[in-house]
T-cell receptor
Framework: DGGITQSPKYLFRKEGQNVTLSCEQN?????MYWYRQDPGQGLRLIYY???????QKGDIAEGYSVSREKKESFPLTVTSAQKNPTAFYLC?????????????FGPGTRLTVT | KQEVTQIPAALSVPEGENLVLNCSFT??????LQWFRQDPGKGLTSLLL?????REQTSGRLNASLDKSSGRSTLYIAASQPGDSATYLC??????????????FGKGTSLLVTP
């Protein structure tokens, strides 16, 4: 089955701790994305990557970091600098960044920080 | 910056009704428009993708139209069923911004179809 997997499904952390969310895809897509979803708001872009070893900040990158060492993997680290980290995090991928390609989404990780 | 608006925010209909969800966007220089479905606590499922050069796309009981010049799209659901209950999200790609070619999302329409 081709698709995007995210783990874990639920994550609980204490304030001040860094946490890493996993995203893996076997669709052979070049481009990958991280979005954040909060109640009553649309999805907002955190980071995106169009190719291995390259990534760019999205609209709300402060307090987050990413890496893209392999084509199929795009982990997101939520650092202690992120002021409101509790949210639903969604990873996505597409064939390429530019052009009219469909984006596919993973099942999401719900992060709760107390 | 591209702004995407979805109306209504919530909708409740009896089973069997045909219904229309609306999406508008402020900048017509888009590459494509996608409609997604999201069930509570789940990820997004892509329903339909309309390229900027297309006027509509159909999949089963779903039909999405695109009027790029007026900045509007509609999602038509025929013969609604309780299983259609979910949040429907509209997203446009473009124009290119500081965030590259990422999708710009509306806040969604929450649909409830009652038996």
């Amino acid at each position: 089955d081709g698709g995007i997997t995210q783990s874990p499904k639920y994550l609980f952390r204490k304030e001040g701790q860094n946490v890493t969310l996993s995203c893996e895809q076997n669709l052979n897509h070049d481009a990958m994305y991280w979005y954040r979803q909060d109640p009553g708001q649309g999805l907002r872009l955190i980071y995106y990557s169009q190719i291995v070893n390259d990534f760019q900040k999205g609209d709300i990158a402060e307090g987050y970091s990413v890496s893209r060492e392999k084509k199929e993997s795009f982990p997101l680290t939520v650092t202690s600098a992120q002021k409101n980290p509790t949210a639903f995090y969604l990873c996505a991928s597409s064939t390429q960044l530019a052009g009219a390609y469909e984006q596919y989404f993973g099942p999401g990780t719900r992060l709760t920080v107390t | 910056k591209q702004e995407v608006t979805q109306i209504p925010a919530a909708l409740s209909v009896p089973e069997g009704e045909n219904l229309v969800l609306n999406c508008s966007f402020t900048d017509s220089a888009i590459y494509n428009l996608q409609w997604f479905r999201q069930d509570p606590g789940k990820g997004l499922t892509s329903l339909l993708l309309i390229q900027s050069s297309q006027r509509e796309q159909t999949s089963g009981r779903l039909n999405a139209s695109l009027d790029k010049s007026s900045g509007r799209s509609t999602l038509y659901i025929a013969a609604s069923q309780p299983g259609d209950s979910a949040t429907y999200l509209c997203a446009v790609k473009g124009p290119r911004s500081n965030s590259g070619y990422a999708l710009n999302f509306g806040k969604g329409t929450s649909l409830l179809v009652t038996p």
